[in-house]
Each structure stands twice: as C-alpha cells, then as structure tokens.
C-alpha cells in the first residue's frame, strides 16, 4: 500500500481540509481571544495605575512637594521598581524620589518600555502616568510584564493545540483513508475475480456498517443477480443444445426424406409440410425460451394494469373446455370470497401463467379427472389455486419441474417442450409472487392430484 494511494483517498483529503478548517479558525480565534484578554489586562493594569496616580495626587494637595516626596520615598522602599515605578521631579526635571529614571517627555497614560537607572538597572513594558504640577512632575506606572508573558504563553498554548489537532486530524484522515482504500482493494478484487468468471465472490462485509459496506451490499445483491442471471444463460444454454438436437435431427432426416422423393419422381410435399411442422415447433421452442429470459432478466413493468382476474380465469377455461371435454375431463371455477378482488398486473403473463398450468394438468393429468380452478382472499395473498385429481408428481421432482426443458416423461411420449412450468416460474417471480406445488390428496397412493398455489401480495390486490 504506497502513501500516495492513501494520500488521494476521499477519506484523506476532506481530513486535509477539516485540518486547513482547523488550522484557520484556530487562527483567528487564538488571535481575537488573545487581542481580548491582553486588552482587558492592559485595561485593569492602567486602571490601577490611574487610581495610584489619583492618591499621590491627593496627597501632593493635602501637603505639597514635600509631602509628595516623602511619600515616594517610603513607598519606594516598599516595592520593587522592577514592578511599580513612583518617581516625582522638580519644576526643572530634578529627580527628588522614587525610581531613577529619564522623565518622560510627556503628559498623560501611555505604554512604553523603559531603561531603568537604579542600581538595579532593567528594562521593562510599562503603563506609566504623568501629571504635571507647579513644582513637580509625578510619574506613576505599573510593569505590563505579566500581561506579555501571559500573552507568549497563550500564543504558545494556542499555537500546540492548533498543531496537534492538525495532524490529529490529518492521522485519523490517514487512517480512514487507509481503512477505506483497504475496503475499496477488497472490492476491486472481488470484482476481478467475477470478471475472469468466478460468479461466487462475494465483498466481505465488515462489522460496522458505513457507506462503503453498504455499497457492499449493494454490489453483493447485484453479483446474486449476475450469478443466477449467468448460472441461467449457462443451463439454457446447455438445455437448448441439449434438447434441441432432437428436433432440428427430424428437420434434417424430413429434407432429406424430401430429397429422395424429389429423386426418385414423387411429390415432396408431404416432406417439406411434415419439415415446416418441425421448424414451427422449433420457432415456438425459441420464442419461449426468448420470453422466460425477457421476464427473468427484469424487464420493467410498463403493462402492469388492474385486472378481474375471476374474468381472467372463466375465459382461461372456456378456452380449454373443448380439449378437456374431448379427454374426459371436468373443469370447475370457484371463486370464493374473492370474488371482488382485482390484480395488479400484466394480464397476457398472468394469463399465459394460468393457460400453463391447466394445459400442463390436462395434458399430463389423463382421461376422466377433475381440475378445479379456485380464488382464496387471504390476509396477505390473493392464492390463484390450480388443482386436479391426476396422478401428480412425486414430492423429490417437485423442485426440478421449473428448470427448462425439464420432462417427467423421459420417454417424451407425450406432447410438450419443458418450458410451461419454466415460464410459469418466470412470470411468477416477475410478479413477486410465490409458488407452490403439493398433492391434492396426499392419502391416496394411486390419484394424489396436483395442487399448484400461486400466492401474488396483496399490495397488488384491490378490491
């Protein structure tokens, strides 16, 4: 895993700039807090110094120079001028008390730095204040040294902080970007072994759920389609190879039964009606297939309309009536209690789904059974229920009777491709509906029948 990878990870580059988000309001906020508590501090200091000032002054009233200067003097032996500076001159610049110092050559508050003259001698940030009198000059000031050194350790603090979350955040930016890039390999991986045909590969999902695994999951439910799609075009395409060969081998044996006849002087047209009979078969084989292929694959559902489908069903069976008459069978409809209830759905498949089933159950069912049609409104389902008294099909075989061109008559002596119950499937799944086969009669050993259960949701029932 190389750093640049990382480096240009969606992941990185929004902590890049939740960093430089950081950094800049860190900036401007350290700036204005500092500026407002040097400034408030600068304030308290001078008006200190202010109120000192204001005293001495008092007390240059109350008992003149004299007074003044003896009062400096025993205040100076009180503090440091390190700290506090009271110092008073003469009318002519004179120092007569307190720190030694150049007068200042102005009058009022000010901030200045200043080269002290004691013995002491030292340099420092203060807040001095200057009056004027007749005889004497008083300058009283206060060191704004803690107030500097306050600021520096803000600054300083302030600067740390800034820092640290910076590359606190830049790290864990490092480490998401690394932990997607690792999610993101994971899924390239998976995607190339699809790619060069292993349609089990599957994305690993991790504990936690975040967008990325949920863009797993989405890629792991498309990879199920792709396989069952993929898994459908192999087996048609092995059924179509497999059970077309039959078929398209009498086409072949037919046109050269027409040959001959055309060689020997006799009339092929027998020959060729007999091939084109055999082509008709193959065309229907096809467009079958083609269709349950369509439906599996999704095709949208542009002809969804509400049907009756009680009405859908008695139009089924009386096509169906005549061919079942003709084989000694009887057919019943039994709408129940859904007699008001209507489909949403797209009627020619739901109507080829039906003429599937009862087809299938009159030609497989034999002479002289019954099969009845019924409606049941459940809870959940509206059932289109498809039974007959026939000899059914045994409970193992039951699974295998919706793959295509699948025959329980091995010896195909009976008329059938092995797509009815396959597109049967196809348009149920295409509907959301479930299906189930189960015995009419279980107990009987000779006759169980057949029940075939369509089960379509009711959120695409209305009454």
């Known amino acids: 895993?190389?750093?640049?990878?990382?480096?240009?990870?969606?992941?990185?580059r929004t902590s890049a700039k939740v960093a430089i988000g950081v950094l800049v309001l860190m900036t401007v906020g350290g700036t204005l807090l500092i500026g407002s508590a040097t400034k408030a501090l600068r304030e308290v200091t001078e008006q200190q110094t202010l109120e000192e000032a204001v005293l001495l002054s008092d007390v240059y009233a109350a008992?003149?120079?004299?007074?003044?200067?003896?009062?400096?003097?025993?205040?100076?032996?009180?503090?440091s001028s390190q700290e506090h500076i009271s110092t008073v001159y003469?009318?002519?610049?004179?120092?007569?008390?307190?720190?030694?110092?150049?007068?200042?050559?102005f009058i009022g508050v000010r901030d200045i730095r200043l080269q002290l003259v004691s013995a002491e001698g030292s340099q420092g940030h203060f807040v001095?204040?200057?009056?004027?009198?007749?005889?004497?000059?008083?300058?009283?000031?206060?060191?704004?040294?803690?107030?500097?050194?306050?600021?520096?350790?803000m600054i300083a603090g302030l600067t740390a902080m800034t820092v640290l979350l910076t590359l606190g955040t830049l790290g864990l930016?490092?480490?998401?970007?690394?932990?997607?890039?690792?999610?993101?390999?994971?899924?390239?991986?998976?995607?190339?072994?699809?790619?060069?045909?292993?349609?089990?590969?599957?994305v690993p999902i991790g504990v936690r759920t975040d967008q990325i695994d949920r863009i797993s999951l989405q890629i792991n439910a498309n990879l199920d389609v792709l396989s069952r799609l993929m898994n459908s075009m192999r087996a048609t395409t092995t059924a179509i190879a497999h059970d077309l060969k039959s078929p398209l081998a009498r086409v072949g044996l037919v046109l050269n039964d027409a040959l001959d006849a055309?060689?020997?002087?006799?009339?092929?047209?027998?020959?060729?009606?007999?091939?084109?009979?055999?082509?008709?078969?193959?065309?229907?084989?096809?467009?079958?297939?083609l269709r349950i292929t369509r439906i599996r694959a999704g095709s949208p559902r542009k002809d969804m309309q509400l049907i009756d489908l009680g009405g859908l069903v008695e139009n089924t069976l009386e096509f169906f009536a005549p061919l079942a008459q003709e084989n000694g069978q009887t057919l019943e409809f039994r709408r129940g209690e859904a007699e008001t209830c209507r489909l949403l759905c797209d009627k020619s498949m739901v109507q080829q789904l039906?003429?599937?089933?009862?087809?299938?159950?009159?030609?497989?069912?034999?002479?002289?059974?019954?099969?009845?049609?019924?409606?049941?409104?459940?809870?959940?389902?509206?059932?289109?229920?498809?039974?007959?008294?026939?000899?059914?099909?045994?409970?193992?075989?039951?699974?295998?009777?919706?793959?295509?061109?699948?025959?329980?008559?091995?010896?195909?002596?009976?008329?059938?491709?092995?797509?009815?119950?396959?597109?049967?499937?196809?348009?149920?799944?295409?509907?959301?509906?479930?299906?189930?086969?189960?015995?009419?009669?279980?107990g009987s050993a000779d006759h169980p029948g057949?029940?075939?259960?369509?089960?379509?949701?009711?959120?695409?029932?209305?009454r």
Do not use: C, Y
């Not at 008992?63 to 400096?72: F, T």
């Open 262 to 289: 055309i060689e020997a002087g006799r009339d092929p047209h027998a020959e060729v009606e007999r091939a084109l009979s055999e082509t008709d078969a193959l065309n229907e084989i096809i467009d079958t297939i």
């Open 1 to 12: 895993m190389r750093l640049t990878d990382l480096l240009s990870g969606s992941s990185f």
């Open 173 to 202: 930016g490092l480490l998401a970007s690394r932990e997607s890039f690792s999610k993101l390999r994971s899924i390239e991986g998976v995607l190339a072994r699809v790619a060069s045909g292993d349609s089990e590969a599957r």
């Open 354 to 442: 039906l003429a599937n089933v009862v087809g299938n159950a009159i030609v497989h069912g034999g002479s002289g059974i019954w099969i009845r049609v019924r409606l049941e409104d459940r809870p959940d389902t509206l059932d289109l229920i498809v039974e007959d008294s026939g000899g059914g099909i045994p409970d193992g075989q039951r699974g295998e009777v919706f793959d295509l061109f699948k025959r329980l008559d091995s010896a195909r002596s009976k008329p059938g491709s092995g797509l009815g119950l396959a597109l049967v499937k196809a348009v149920a799944d295409h509907h959301d509906a479930g299906i189930a086969l189960s015995a009419t009669d279980p």
């Open 90 to 105: 003469d009318e002519h610049g004179i120092h007569l008390a307190g720190a030694d110092l150049a007068m200042p050559d």
């Open 128 to 153: 001095l204040s200057v009056q004027k009198f007749s005889d004497a000059t008083l300058v009283v000031g206060r060191s704004l040294k803690a107030v500097d050194e306050m600021r520096v350790h």
């Open 450 to 462: 057949l029940r075939v259960t369509v089960s379509f949701p009711r959120l695409q029932v209305q």
């Open 63 to 79: 008992e003149g120079r004299e007074g003044l200067v003896k009062a400096i003097g025993t205040l100076s032996k009180l503090v």
